[in-house]
């Protein structure tokens, strides 16, 4: 069935280094990707998506790029801030499983100032 | 746009009560809505999917009898735990799918609810 696999955390950075969460997928469809974050305590808020090939994502200074050839979609930014500190889900949904979202385990980032 | 509200936040309940969760979907209509339960420093899992005016669907594993689902109205889900034990004890959130929304499939957060049996 359809997976998504992710970077182990916890990842630790300074403020203002480059952030990459590693995500790469299995489907057998065409699945939407996408990238929610958590803060501590709270629901998860959808951070930026894609719904095709090539497609990138963006938002907050976040991004990431639907690569179909190596079934990833990476998150990036390039200058991380202590408010960037949580929990970062990758996740799918394919209309082949009724548009259920299949999450990652999660990457917890900590940003220290 | 695309809120997601739950109540309560928090609740507290004795071994063998019930406890019912609130779901709404503040500012758009959600023909879908969904049901995870999260344990700490672990993802979300899907517990069910609830489609107004029908059925909920339960995932593998998931007592139907003792998590009781009702989709009454397009922007409205409830989660009844019933006959509640400690080990229900967990974070619980919905989310919903808005009808624009369903050539991407993306879902909407409600922020949790942390239910504690004591």
């Known amino acids: 069935g359809d997976s998504v696999t992710q970077m182990e955390g916890p990842v630790t950075l300074s403020e203002e280094a480059f952030l990459t969460i590693n995500c790469t997928y299995t489907?057998?469809?065409?699945?939407?990707l996408f990238w929610y974050v958590q803060y501590p305590g709270e629901g998860l808020q959808l951070l930026l998506k894609a719904t095709k090939a090539d497609d990138k994502g963006s938002n907050k200074g976040f991004e990431a790029t639907y690569r179909k050839e190596t079934t990833s979609f990476h998150l990036e930014k390039g200058s991380v801030q202590v408010s960037d500190s949580a929990v970062y889900f990758c996740?799918?949904?394919?209309?082949?499983?009724?548009?259920?979202?299949?999450f990652g385990q999660g990457t917890e980032l900590s940003v220290k100032p | 746009g695309a809120v997601v509200s739950q109540h309560p936040s928090r609740v507290i309940c004795k071994s063998g009560t019930s406890v019912k969760i609130e779901c709404r979907s503040l500012?758009?209509?959600?023909?879908?809505m969904f049901w995870y339960r999260q344990f700490p420093k672990q993802s979300l899992m899907l517990m069910a999917t609830s489609n107004e005016g029908s059925k909920a669907t339960y995932e593998q594993g998931v007592e139907k009898d003792k998590f009781l689902i009702n989709h009454a109205s397009l922007t409205l889900s409830t989660l009844t735990v019933t006959s509640a034990h400690p080990e229900d004890s967990s974070f619980y959130i919905c989310s919903a799918r808005p009808e624009a929304g369903a050539t991407s499939y993306e879902q909407y957060f409600g922020p949790g609810t942390r239910l504690t049996v004591t």
């Open positions: 996740a799918l949904s394919d209309r082949n499983q009724g548009g259920k979202l299949i």
């Open positions: 489907a057998t469809g065409y699945p939407s």
């Open positions: 500012d758009f209509q959600a023909t879908t």
